[in-house]
Every structure is written in C-alpha cells, then in structure tokens.
C-alpha cells in the first residue's frame, strides 16, 4: 500500500492546461490562527462546501473560513476526471438494486438527477464558463451473452416501479449500432447527461468565496488532525507550514481520507484510473453521434472504457481496465500515485476510435494527452457524509466512486445543512445510505475481514467507474 498522501509531479491532464489565477493561491502569507471553519480539499466537495456555507449569509452572519489543499487548487480527482455529469439510470439503478432494494436504488437515481439538475442550474445562475453541454450519453453492451443478460434484467426493471427509468430508451439489436455509432453493438440504453469541463467549474466556485473573504491555502498538505478539541473546542491541524485550528473541520479528502481519519481506511480506499484526450487527424467519414458513451465490454471487465465528445470534435476517453485490472491490480487498488502512468494501459488509446465506432477504421487519430487520477472508492458503495463518528466538529464529503459530478453538489449542500442549522441527515435530501456512522464503520469492517472482500471490491470499481 502506498502512503494516503498526493504525491508531487502529477500528470497533466487535459483539463488543467488553461490554469486560473487561483491554482496556487494562498490568501494570506501565514495560515490563519483560528477559524470557524477549515474545509481540506479544494476540488469539487470542498469548493461546493463553502459556496454553500456562505450563500446567503450577510456580511456579519458569514463564518471565517479556511481551504487547505495540498496541491494545487482542483488537481485531485474532479480535475483528472472524464468530463462527464452522467446520473446513473440504469447499470447503476439495477447494481444497487440487487444489492439493497429497490427504495435506495431509486432514492439515489433521482438523487443524481436532482444534482444533474442543480450543477446547470448554477452555471446557468452565474454564467460559468465551463463548456456544459446537454449530451444524450448511452450504456452499450457489445458482447452477445452480456447483452442477453442485460436484457432480461432491463425487462424485469422495465415492470418495477423505477420513476427515472422512464428517461432511458432501449436500442435492441436492430438499431443499437446506428444509435451509439459504437461498432458491433448488441444493445445500448441511452438517456441524458451532460459534458462539462470541471475544473473550471470549481474554479469559477473557488473565485466567488475567496472573493467573499474564503482563505484559500495551496500547497498546504494536511497531515494530522489533533485527536480531541482543545479546551476551548478548537481542533488543531499540522500542516508543514505550521498549525492552524477551527472549530469545525470538513473533510472533503475523498481517497486520502484514511490518512487523516484512519478509521476510515477499510470504507474508504484508493482506486487508481486513466484518462486521456484522442483527436482526428482528419475530418472523420461520419460524426460520433452520441455525446459520451460507456461501453460495456465482455463479462467481468464490464466498463472496459467511456468516452465524452468536446465541442472541437475531440474525445475524452478514460478506462482500459481489461489491460491491467485483474494481471496488474497493484496499478490501480490502494494506488495513490497519479505522477506515472497506468502503463499496461497506455498503448490500449492508441487506434481506440478506429476500433470503437463504426466507419472510423480509417480515421487517423492522435493521443495528445495521457493522465492518471486517484479516485476515492466506497467499501459499500455509497459515499460518507455528515459527522465523523465519535468527533463532534469533525464532518467528512468523500467516497465518490469515481462517480463524483452528479452527487457532490447537493451532498454538499445537505452536509452544510448539517453543519450551520444543526439538522440530521434525514432532512437534507441526501440519501439516507450515504450517512456515515459507527454502525456503518462497524459493518465495513466485518465485510473486510471477509474472504470475499477484494471480489466486492472489484466489482463495485469495474461497474460504477465512469470519470463522471
């Protein structure tokens, strides 16, 4: 197991090669003494966090608050993802069905709605320039037996009451090919989504509270949280440039979440991926016709790779988990280097577009950017928000699945619900199978001590990986 911290020199990807002036901000010279608030993590979870806990606030209701992050500003998961706000209506549905009931599977769905909704809302609100683009996205399966099982499976979800499955369409045999321009499709079920560009999403976010007096500390890595509040219920955290201490302290930490919280080492764990960009070299004979697409490989590789098309005719493409997940698991599990590459994978981009849509096979393409990401992956399969068990003042956002653009905003805004007005879980519309507790903790813990463990595990990574 690698050390739960970021590493230095990470890749570059696409997405980071327009910075804002904020990427490596510091506020202030020094770290604050005291605040009311420290928020560590600057990415998707920690930018919402502040949004929230200052909308709405007059100047002298607003609590003084602190960002630390340990690069720079968006250079963890949300800015290393695959550009996709992509509610999961049913791969995802049908999984958590099987797995706890038809009530959660369909209190999560329109859940993620509610958040696909929520994040065009606010770049419409405040006109963010961040390439949003309604997309209808597709899951399509190209192996016959896997798309035999699918179908019996979307024939018994078809007759249950699932209200966000009335977005999906089935494509069968006869159009599955045409609909999704995906070469030998067998099946494919499509309903909308969107692309976004996502780190200039959240910088946008990070501008507006640093602007409203947020204290924003790059290059401040957080590497211990006192164990108990102080005399006076402050909570202190060390950091190389020194201490600073607050009375609460959001971790919004997502995979590195264990080095600060290590009771959360089995829930929550590390799960390396790769993402690059591919571009024509030539004007393609015919347009990818969908806007992102998750295709669905043969049995247990499942997600074998995603794509999301740009406005400039370049892809977005991210997975090849079939070169390396089962041969090379110490490439991806508990794997927190994002500075190197997920070699096995590298060569698999290459002639990707010629292999994957129907009519390319002549087209020249060109990988121009290759880059890894450490995505925080969930033991259960649900993230953990609300208090950290045990710690009053302590609260944690994080354990996204790689799944983190339609959750994060409305988890965000319930747990500062939680934070500011003191209400449970239970009143934020946060699903009630993402709040933390012991009793939850507890039962990680047991299932890890199971043989089956590392199995659950690669499954949840295999079929709930989108880079969205």
Same mark, same amino acid.
């Given at each position: 197991m690698d050390s739960p911290y970021p590493v230095p020199n990470a890749t570059v990807p696409y997405w980071r090669t327009e910075l804002h002036e904020l990427d490596s901000h510091r506020s202030t010279p020094q770290l604050p003494r005291k605040q009311d608030i420290v928020i560590i993590g600057a990415g998707f979870a920690g930018a919402a966090l502040a949004h929230y806990l200052l909308r709405g606030q007059s100047s002298s209701e607003k609590p003084s608050i602190t960002i630390l992050e340990a690069r720079e500003a968006c250079s963890g998961a949300t800015g290393r993802n695959g550009g996709h706000l992509r509610p999961d209506l049913f791969v995802g549905l049908a999984a958590r069905m099987q797995a706890h009931g038809l009530e959660t599977a369909n209190q999560v769905?329109?859940?993620?709605?509610?958040?696909? =909704?929520?994040?065009?809302?606010?770049?419409?609100?405040?006109?963010?320039?961040?390439?949003?683009?309604?997309?209808?996205?597709?899951?399509?399966?190209? $192996?016959?037996?896997?798309a035999a099982k699918i179908k019996k499976l979307w024939d018994v979800m078809s007759r249950l009451d699932c209200p966000t499955l009335r977005n999906v369409t089935y494509h069968g045999p006869e159009d599955a090919e045409k609909v999704t321009g995906v070469k030998n499709a067998k099946i494919a079920f499509t309903y909308p989504a969107h692309t976004v560009w996502p780190y200039k999403l959240i910088m946008h976010l990070l501008e507006g509270v640093v602007k409203q007096g947020v204290n924003l500390q790059t290059h401040t890595q957080v590497h211990e949280v006192s164990e108990t509040p102080d005399s006076e219920g402050y909570w202190t955290l060390?950091?190389?440039?020194?201490?600073? =201490?607050?009375? =609460?302290?959001?971790?919004?930490?997502?995979?590195?979440?264990?080095?600060?919280?290590?009771? &959360? $080492?089995?829930?929550? &764990?590390?799960?390396?991926g790769t993402v690059c960009r591919v571009v024509p070299a030539s004007q393609p004979p015919t347009e990818a016709p969908l806007g992102s697409c998750a295709v669905e490989m043969r049995s247990p590789d499942s997600v074998d790779s995603y794509y999301g098309l740009r406005p400039d005719g370049s892809l977005?493409?991210?997975?090849? =988990?079939?070169?390396?997940?089962?041969?090379?698991?110490?490439?991806?599990?508990?794997?927190?280097?994002?500075?190197?590459?997920?070699?096995?994978?590298?060569?698999?981009? $290459?002639?990707?577009?010629?292999?994957?849509?129907?009519?390319?096979?002549?087209?020249?393409?060109?990988?121009?950017?290759?880059?890894?990401?450490?995505?925080?992956?969930?033991?259960?399969?649900?993230p953990h928000i609300g208090h950290v068990p045990s710690k009053p003042g302590l609260y944690i956002c994080a354990g996204f699945n790689g799944h983190g653009m339609p959750n994060v905003l409305l988890c965000a805004?319930?747990?500062?619900?939680?934070?500011?007005?003191?209400?449970?879980?239970?009143?934020?519309?946060?699903?009630?199978?993402?709040?933390?507790?012991?009793?939850?903790?507890?039962?990680?813990?047991q299932v890890a001590a199971a043989r089956t463990t590392s199995r659950a595990r690669a499954d949840i990574y295999l079929k709930h990986s989108y880079g969205s």
């Open positions: 769905a329109l859940f993620e709605v509610a958040n696909a =909704k929520a994040v065009a809302e606010l770049v419409r609100e405040e006109n963010i320039a961040c390439d949003l683009q309604s997309v209808t996205t597709a899951d399509t399966f190209v $192996d016959a037996a896997e060390a950091t190389p440039r020194g201490t600073t =201490k607050a009375k =609460k302290v959001v971790f919004a930490t997502n995979a590195y979440t264990s080095s600060l919280l290590p009771e &959360y $080492d089995e829930a929550i &764990y590390a799960a390396r977005i493409v991210g997975g090849a =988990k079939s070169t390396f997940f089962y041969k090379k698991r110490d490439e991806w599990y508990r794997n927190y280097d994002d500075s190197t590459l997920v070699e096995p994978a590298v060569p698999y981009f $290459d002639g990707w577009a010629a292999r994957t849509f129907a009519g390319w096979e002549s087209t020249p393409t060109k990988v121009d950017a290759v880059w890894t990401g450490i995505m925080g992956y969930s033991a259960d399969d649900a805004k319930g747990l500062v619900q939680m934070i500011k007005d003191g209400k449970p879980l239970s009143e934020t519309g946060v699903p009630a199978c993402y709040e933390t507790s012991a009793d939850r903790l507890r039962k990680i813990s």
